[in-house]
């Protein structure tokens, strides 16, 4: 099994680059590097320019402009973050000049990037992540964003990889072929990150719900949404995930009163044999150049909120510890009497098998989630319009004593 990292926007300009010279990097991610460390990739939307130059971008109007001294790329090395997204509305926000210093920098750190380049060939290009150990996978990941078409690279011109949200044939098309072109260099897992829509949006509008649906169809395995400044819910769609927004991480915006953009999650999406298998999120609060882990009654509000929100995508998260869950869940009902065990785990959907007895369900289970497949001889009930969705069932801890109990839990 392997994890991946995701967090919203990291703004590491204004008070929060003053703030960095009297500050260690790792300071900035406080109790959460811990946790930040744990995943196998770590990936951020970069939401300034790394750049000493000083000129703003006036070509048109914009109220605010995001630059870091180049130094602030010690921040991303501190949590050993692995790629940064570049598409979105502040990158050239210190003009071209302050975009290729910022590439360079990334590229002399040693990270990753997505989204931005020194022409559209280069700012549309996936970059390729390699997660090593016991379970290797190759992530592709590609960036976009729908905000400043002004900041847009063109054939001959830097700038960034801009994509209308739209269900047109050239959109769809388009994305159909930037997926075929991250699979032909070896992914084995495409993330489709996208700086999208207006702030302070609570809830992806019925466009954009359609849109993130239509990306996993075209064959991406991860949705990662932002721009909202809050986070949105997740929903699993085709046993994919879709985060519609995953909010702030560090900066120093104002808070708004309601919608609190001081209230954030790090979202942390596990993986066995290229399957989505759980998700954790951990609350935290956000102050001016310092993340931390929520306690209290910040993680109780922040939790609600998840819960309340991936709720009406179907997605049931459940409380552990410092965090939320969702994983696949099993729930047997005395199967050595040869009565139906029932499967969930596909926001809300079950899934029946009948009559196999003993230890051997779980193997049947097991099969038919690896396979895709029924076994007639077994007489398995399933239904055929989630079939190629349903996630890879994990087969440790199949003990025969599990099988009559009626304890519910994760495989």
């Known amino acids: 099994m392997f994890t991946l990292a995701f967090t919203g926007d990291v703004m590491l300009g204004r008070l ?20 930040l460390a744990q995943a196998d990739l770590r990936i951020v939307n970069l939401e300034c320019a790394l750049t000493a130059h000083q000129q703003p971008w006036t070509r048109t109007e914009k109220m605010f402009h ?23 509305n502040h990158i050239l926000d ?20 997505a989204g931005a380049g020194a022409n559209a ?26 905000n400043e078409p002004d900041f847009s690279a063109t054939a001959k011109h830097p700038g960034t990889n801009y994509l209308e949200v739209s269900l047109q044939h050239e959109t769809l098309a ?9 699979r032909a260099q070896g992914a084995d897992l495409v993330v ?63 808070i708004h009163p309601k919608l609190r953009n001081d209230r954030s999650c790090l979202f942390k999406l596990m993986f066995e044999q290229g399957k989505l298998c759980g998700i954790e999120l951990l609350p935290v609060s956000l102050s001016v ?36 869950v969702w994983q696949l869940w099993v729930q047997p009902i005395d199967a050595t009497l040869g009565r139906s065990v029932e499967l969930t785990g596909l926001s809300g959907l079950w899934w029946f098998a009948e009559k196999t007895v003993g230890a051997a369900c779980w193997n ?29 069932v994990r087969s440790t801890n199949l003990k025969p004593s599990r099988i009559a109990s009626s304890h519910r839990g994760p495989l």
């Open 66 to 88: 995001f630059r870091a001294d180049p130094e602030a790329v010690h921040v991303l090395q501190a949590a050993h973050i692995d790629a940064c997204t570049l598409a979105n």
């Open 192 to 254: 489709f990150s996208n700086h999208w829509g207006a702030n302070f949006v609570e809830r992806p509008s019925a466009e954009f719900r359609s849109f993130a649906r239509r990306v996993i169809e075209l064959g991406a395995d991860i949705y990662h949404g932002h721009s909202a400044h809050i986070c949105q819910g997740i929903e699993i769609y085709r046993g994919k995930p879709i985060l519609y927004d995953t909010g702030n991480f560090i900066d120093d915006y104002a």
């Open 364 to 392: 049947v289970r097991f099969q038919l989630f690896q396979t895709v497949t029924p076994d007639p001889k077994r007489s398995l009930l399933f239904s055929q319009k989630y079939c190629e969705a349903a996630p890879l």
């Open 16 to 35: 929060v680059n003053e703030r960095l010279r009297d500050m260690q990097p790792e300071e900035v991610w406080g109790d959460v590097l811990p946790h």
């Open 174 to 182: 388009r994305i159909a072929n930037d997926i075929a072109q991250a």
């Open 121 to 146: 060939t280069e700012a549309v290009a996936p970059t390729i992540l390699e997660v090593h150990g016991e379970s290797p996978c190759r992530v592709a990941l590609l960036s976009y964003t729908d």
């Open 94 to 113: 210190y003009e071209e000049q302050g975009l290729r210093d910022t590439l360079r920098m990334l590229d002399a750190s040693g990270i990753r990037h």
């Open 289 to 324: 150049a310092h993340v931390a882990l929520a306690r209290g009654k910040e993680f109780d509000a922040i939790s609600t909120r998840m819960e309340m929100l991936c709720a009406e995508f179907g997605t049931r998260l459940m409380r552990s510890d410092d965090r939320l």
